[in-house]
């Protein structure tokens, strides 16, 4: 009514939010801070975990530390990468952390929302991050082990190095020889043994047949005439009635 405009509204009491100036405010700062504690994490985490106790660092007044960083026998290219993996995968959690805390200022549903997408989202990253890092590695670990394999042959003992030429060959051992089985459709006969031959003997010629006398073509038994049918004795060749010839 007097135009002073002190109703809630003017003021911004009437909305639970701060504006989208005042969340980007709170997220930009939150995320300066990720960035500084990033780095002082990756130094700590690195320096505990991931740095080996045994190497030698390059020294500007240690003259022997120069040939091995000139002729690359010493990398420090796996150094740097474990070192920004770990700087990496700590301010990415740090991003989105920062980008939840920032929504607040934008309500809880906002909040509720954006904390689930940057869960997902930081899982999906971090994820991604070490596949990247372990596929640069491969080279550089395939690098140190043939590096370490040729460093053992050198300090071998050349009494124990095989010879050099190419390697004798195995001697010749024959294999066992399958037994061959018989056929059982088809059975074979067994081999007689070959008889002598015999010359071949003439057959001695039959015996004639001897004479007969009339006394023994007699009839042994006797009968009765063929022609006039008188009993005849036995022994008889004649018939006593007729005089038939009984022969």
């Known amino acids: 009514m007097y135009g002073y405009g002190y109703g809630y509204n003017n003021y911004g009491y009437g909305s639970p939010s701060f504006g989208v100036g005042a969340a980007g405010g709170i997220f930009v700062t939150l995320l300066a801070i990720g960035f500084i504690a990033a ?3 990756a130094v700590v985490v690195y320096r505990k975990y991931a740095s080996d106790g045994n190497e030698q660092p390059l020294s500007l007044k240690d003259k022997s530390t120069w040939g091995p960083f000139l002729r690359f026998d010493k990398l420090v290219i796996d150094k740097i990468l474990r070192a920004l993996y ?5 301010f990415t959690a740090f991003f989105f952390l920062a980008l939840v805390l920032a929504s607040l200022a934008d309500g809880i549903a906002v909040f509720l929302i954006t904390l689930i997408m940057c869960a997902i ?3 999906i990253i971090e994820l991604l991050e070490r596949v990247s890092f372990e596929s640069v590695m491969l080279s550089v670990i395939i690098t140190h082990n043939t590096s370490d394999i040729k460093g053992m042959l050198e300090r071998r003992p050349t009494t124990e190095l095989p010879p050099a030429g190419p390697a004798p060959e195995p ?3 024959p294999g066992p020889v399958a037994p061959v089985e018989p056929d059982s459709e088809s059975p074979v006969a067994p081999v007689e043994p070959e008889q002598p031959q015999t010359p071949a ?3 001695a010629p039959a ?3 001897e004479a007969t006398s009339p006394e023994q073509t007699a009839p042994a ?3 009765f005439c063929p022609m006039c049918g008188a009993p005849i004795q036995p022994g ?3 018939c006593p009635e007729c005089g038939k010839k009984l022969d």
């Not at 770990?86 to 700590?90: D, K, L």
């Open 39 to 41: 780095i002082v994490l």
């Open 86 to 90: 770990i700087f990496c995968a700590i």
């Open 121 to 123: 989202l930081c899982l």
């Open 171 to 173: 001697p010749f051992q």
């Open 201 to 203: 003997t003439q057959q």
């Open 207 to 209: 015996p004639a047949p």
């Open 221 to 223: 038994t006797g009968g």
């Open 236 to 238: 008889s060749h004649f």
